[in-house]
């Protein structure tokens, strides 16, 4: 049976941060490493993006988690247009 997986998807204009709850087992790996304390724990046990607007891209958090369960992408405008880059390019 395939279902859907539960994805929280936290924006701004710079950053994509996407968590995958059904992946995701609330170990707490993520908001540990995060040296701008951008992760913090739900109600609910799971990682959300309460100070999203301070991330710096470092991706400790995405190559911490041992379930996969988090993807951290950097917006960039180049020329007008949104571009999306995943990584550490800058």
């Not at 995701?24 to 990682?47: A, D």
């Not at 993006?49 to 992408?73: S, Y």
């Not at 999306?84 to 390019?89: I, R, T």
Request: glycine fraction near 4%; hydrophobic fraction near 30%; proline fraction near 3%.
């Amino acid at each position: 049976m395939d279902k859907e997986d539960k994805i929280k998807i936290y924006e701004n204009e710079k950053t994509i941060i996407r968590i995958k709850e059904d992946w995701c087992k609330s170990c707490g790996i993520c908001i540990h490493f995060c040296p701008k304390k951008v992760l913090m724990k739900s109600e609910t046990g799971y990682p959300m993006a309460k100070n999203i607007d301070d991330c710096i891209h470092c991706l400790l958090c995405e190559l911490r988690c041992p379930d996969f369960a988090i993807q951290v992408e950097k917006k960039e405008k180049i020329f007008g247009h949104n571009i999306n880059h995943k990584g550490l390019e800058d």
